[in-house]
């Protein structure tokens, strides 16, 4: 065949597109589809309808979403029920939650129950909840409807349960597992969640035990797009993301499955998060899980779930899911290392290698490793430097993310040809022994330290195989070469993009080590290919325009606008008033109220609760004649006494204008107990506090807030109050208007808000 190699590279780079392509079911509009099936455009109408307004806890909204939920499950005849109270989770964030209850009945009365849940808050304050997790309700709304359209009874009772709160520190599920009677009966949970509003969904197993059952099971249900491997949720396990299926598993002790999207991750949290913003592929691709797991665990043995052993898992185009017991983590991989022996002393004694030469061969690999390290390592700050209002996105990822994320897998692209094209004239057999020594001293380490990664020990047997044909033909068949290097390439191509899209581009450098190291495994086809050189120019082309192309859309736009914070601070204390904002670049909106800056020492503001522990960036004294006054909480003692060597204080703060949320700071007092309306905060919270915080309250309905607390005699208590309101933009008086379309409020602080703060003091 004439030009083979040229062939094969273009083989190459399709199965590069199709480890992306395999992902996602492809969306084609269903509305009119049977009715026993599961159809996108159905699910997106009740995003559609949900995602019309903010709807956190205590915002208007929040029980207009609830009621269209209420309405959707009493149309599918089921019967509704509420379960509502008051929880603090592991956070110290308090609120009432209102968890949505209904119960499909099963044939077997003595069985476990499925639970399929989501939650139908959104975050405080501006987001609109379409993704997240809108698209979650949607799921279970129009998953249920199909399935009970059918014709299959379920052998296990389906709950749905809708949680509330999950926002604030997962409170709606607390509640259900440590107070709902049905808690004792669940056997396993499918959970749907979203942090960005695009891209595949990721299924990530939650389990005390072993997750082999689960596995199984998975497998069992046919899911068409599985997007699952073990390193996954190894690295999920080590992040302080949870959700509420977290509280199941701790609290309850029951097995589940998440299923989450993060791609877009820009819209989460935000004023983005609307229905017009949601991947319609990525919506059908919750649907593909949900289905097949609800007609399998609908049918299944929910007590056989628990297993001791674990397996490892990937997924793979064609293939779906593969999975082997952590059993064979190690003899995989001593039998990989015994091949590599066996192929290194054969090749030396045929001379088929050169110590010489295989030793030649570190030079490009620790050149590109150190080269495409340094790129990754740098990528970041300097991007960051050049677009100083980066430092107003707070996810870490910027709405030219993507571009970021190609620039420089293209540029690492370019630096491998770069390097071995070099070492052309040099044995390929040569060059290949210290990329798969350095890929077995990274599984070594991964199986050690990070089992659920030991998977890419299949790939390593496919380049061992690549080593053994290289030494023995001097011409090897280039297309056999291309086999032998997809493993890697469709198991591994879709990390260079999910590490940076998962854990921010503060990550570039995974992707740049990742192409890299993907690199060695096409190597044995690449090295000898004529067009090395010319590869690595166009790479390079391609990064250079990709740059461009990623600054053009740096600029700011309605769909790609500046987050922006603006605050109005009283401080009863200094009788003083301030304007603040956490923005690392001010845009015309909040400027000309941050013009003159305020010293740092006049100020203690900075410890404001956040989900990054964001501080103000600016401060600016509101002149006496234009401060607010707002109006200051009333403050009612019930109870101050002394028995024996401990003090008691029982108090109620009473709001005297329409507020969010009261936050509520101690000094360093030992706290022997505390009790916010009715509920106790955990001893382990109090006891291992790591800022001064005692606990949020988000405030529904204007409510009070209810504090009873004990502490050791002649120790002094200072109480300090910040309460909220996020009505600050239209606010009579304040001359803040709403922001222009390329601004949108700035997640995960306090915002638009009008805060007010005292310290009280009890000697």
């Known amino acids: 065949m004439k030009y083979p190699r040229l062939l094969s590279l273009l083989l190459l780079t399709l199965a590069v597109a199709w480890s992306f392509w395999s992902l996602l079911p492809s969306y084609e509009p269903d509305a009119d589809a049977d009715p ?52 603090a989770g592991d956070w110290g964030n308090l609120s009432r939650a209102t968890n949505i209850l209904a119960r499909i009945p099963g044939t077997d009365p003595y069985g476990k129950a499925l639970v399929l849940m989501s939650h139908y808050d959104s975050s405080p304050h501006s987001s609109f909840g379409a993704s997240d997790a809108g698209s979650g309700v949607a799921t279970i709304l129009e998953g249920v409807r199909a399935y009970t359209s059918g014709e299959t009874k379920n052998k296990n009772d389906i709950i749905v349960l809708i949680t509330d709160a999950e926002e604030l520190g997962l409170n709606g599920a607390a ?125 299944a043995d929910l007590t056989a779930l628990k297993s001791l052993n674990d397996s490892v898992y990937f997924n793979m185009p064609y293939y779906r899911m593969l999975s082997y017991p952590y059993e064979m983590i190690w003899p995989l991989f001593i039998g990989a290392c015994l091949v590599f022996i066996s192929i290194l002393i054969i090749g030396l004694r045929k001379e088929k290698l050169s110590v010489k030469g295989m030793l030649k061969g570190f030079f490009p690999l620790l050149g590109i490793l150190l080269v495409n390290g340094l790129a990754g390592y740098f990528a970041w700050p300097v991007i960051t430097y050049w677009y100083p209002e980066l430092g107003n996105n707070l996810h870490g990822f910027p709405y030219n993310g993507h571009g970021y994320i190609y620039t420089l ?55 061992l195989a690549a080593w053994m044909i290289s030494m023995d033909d001097q011409h090897p068949n280039t297309f056999v070469l291309l086999l032998l290097s997809l493993p890697a390439i469709l198991i591994c191509t879709p990390f260079v993009v999910m590490f940076p899209v998962g854990l921010g581009l503060k ?7 990742l192409v890299s190291l993907l690199f060695l495994f096409a190597l044995p086809l690449l090295h000898k290919t004529q067009y090395m050189t010319r590869l690595a120019v166009l790479f390079l082309f391609v990064a250079i325009s990709l740059a461009v192309k990623t600054h053009i859309d740096s600029d700011q736009s309605p769909e790609r606008p500046l987050p922006t914070s603006l605050l109005y601070v009283e401080d009863a204390n200094k009788d003083k008033a301030y304007w603040a904002s956490y923005d690392a670049v001010l845009s015309e909106w909040n400027a000309p109220f941050l013009e003159k800056e305020s ?40 109870k101050d006494t002394l028995i024996g060597d401990t003090r008691y204080l029982d108090l109620c703060i009473s709001p005297t204008r329409n507020v969010n949320r009261l936050e509520v700071y101690t000094n360093e007092v030992g706290l022997k107990k505390a009790i916010i309306k009715g509920v106790k905060l955990k001893d382990y919270y109090l006891e291992n506090r790591q800022t001064d915080r005692l606990f949020t309250h988000f405030i529904s309905d204007n409510e009070d807030t209810e504090i009873q607390l004990e502490w050791p005699e002649g120790q002094e208590l200072e109480l300090t109050l910040y309460e909220a309101s996020t009505d600050l933009v239209n606010y009579p008086g304040s001359g803040v208007s709403v922001r222009p379309e390329i601004e949108i409020p700035m997640p995960f602080v306090l915002n638009d808000a009008l805060l007010w703060t005292k310290t009280y003091r009890f000697e």
């Open 599 to 638: 010293s740092r020492a006049e100020v203690e503001l900075n410890n404001i609760s956040s989900k990054y522990g964001t501080s103000f960036n600016h401060l600016v004294p509101v002149e006496s004649a234009k401060r607010l006054r707002l109006s200051a909480p009333k403050i009612r003692i019930d």
């Open 409 to 463: 897998a293209f540029f690492s692209l370019s630096i491998c040809f770069f390097f071995y094209n070099r070492f052309y004239a040099h044995r390929t057999a040569d060059l290949i022994a210290a990329p798969l020594f350095l890929w077995l001293l990274i599984t070594g380490l991964l199986s050690h330290y990070l089992a659920g990664a030991s998977f890419f020990i299949v790939p390593i047997y496919g380049l």
């Open 175 to 299: 509640l259900f597992v440590q107070q709902h009677e049905w808690a004792k009966e669940v056997g396993l949970v499918l959970n749907f969640e979203a942090r960005g509003s695009g891209g595949p969904s990721y299924m990530l197993i939650e389990t005390n035990r072993g997750n082999a059952e689960l596995i199984k099971g998975f497998q069992k249900a046919g899911v068409s797009y599985p997007v699952a491997n073990s390193l996954a949720y190894s690295i999920y396990k080590l992040l302080p993301n949870d959700t509420d299926l977290t509280v199941f598993r701790e609290q309850g002790d029951i097995e589940g499955f998440n299923f989450a999207f993060i791609d877009d991750h820009f819209d989460y949290h935000t004023a983005l998060d609307r229905p017009d913003r949601l991947d319609l592929p990525t919506l059908k691709h919750q649907g593909e899980y949900l289905m097949p797991l609800l007609q399998h665990y609908a049918q």
């Open 36 to 87: 026993s099936v599961f159809s996108t455009d159905r699910a997106f109408a009740h995003v559609k309808n949900m995602g019309q307004k903010p709807h956190g806890v205590g915002y208007s909204a929040h029980k207009e979403v609830r009621q269209y939920i209420v309405d959707e499950l009493k149309e599918l005849l089921l019967d509704v029920q509420f379960q509502e109270g008051y929880t």
């Open 507 to 513: 990550m570039l450098i995974a992707c740049s080590l």
